[in-house]
């Protein structure tokens, strides 16, 4: 079983920044595709971005440009780096794991593994 552990979330104001990590008890990432999600509350868990094996990074139209995703392979570490944070941004933050198709990229229900998630609020 592989166990992902998210950290860095917290309090921001309105265009503010927060960096959250994701690192894992076992394995490595350089074998797994790797995403960010949230979830709003009353909202379904939706896609945020994501870092292939082969290194291609994918986001949502409404971050792109304000955040990114990384990865730190001597440390094992997967980055989401958010910048220009608004409240919309508002979310509990989910890092996610797995083999993935590039055409389910973006589909929650396609990964295999997830940490409990860390919560971000953006204060207005």
């Known amino acids: 079983q592989v166990h992902l552990v998210e950290s860095g979330g917290g309090l921001v104001q309105t265009g503010g920044s927060l960096r959250l990590s994701c690192t894992t008890s076992?394995?490595?990432?350089?074998?797994?595709?790797v995403a960010w999600f949230r979830q709003a509350p009353g909202k379904g868990r939706e896609f945020v971005a994501a870092?292939?094996?082969?290194?291609?990074?994918y986001y949502r139209d409404s971050v792109k440009g304000r955040f990114a995703i990384s990865r730190d392979a001597p440390k094992n570490l997967i980055y989401l780096q958010m910048d220009g944070l608004q409240p919309e941004d508002t979310a509990d933050y989910y890092c996610?794991?797995?083999?993935?198709?590039?055409?389910?990229?973006?589909?929650?229900?396609?990964?295999?593994?997830w940490g409990q998630g860390t919560q971000v609020t953006v204060s207005s």
């Open positions: 996610a794991a797995g083999v993935v198709i590039l055409s389910r990229t973006r589909d929650v229900s396609a990964y295999t593994y």
């Open positions: 076992q394995g490595t990432f350089g074998r797994q595709d």
């Open positions: 870092r292939r094996r082969d290194g291609h990074t």
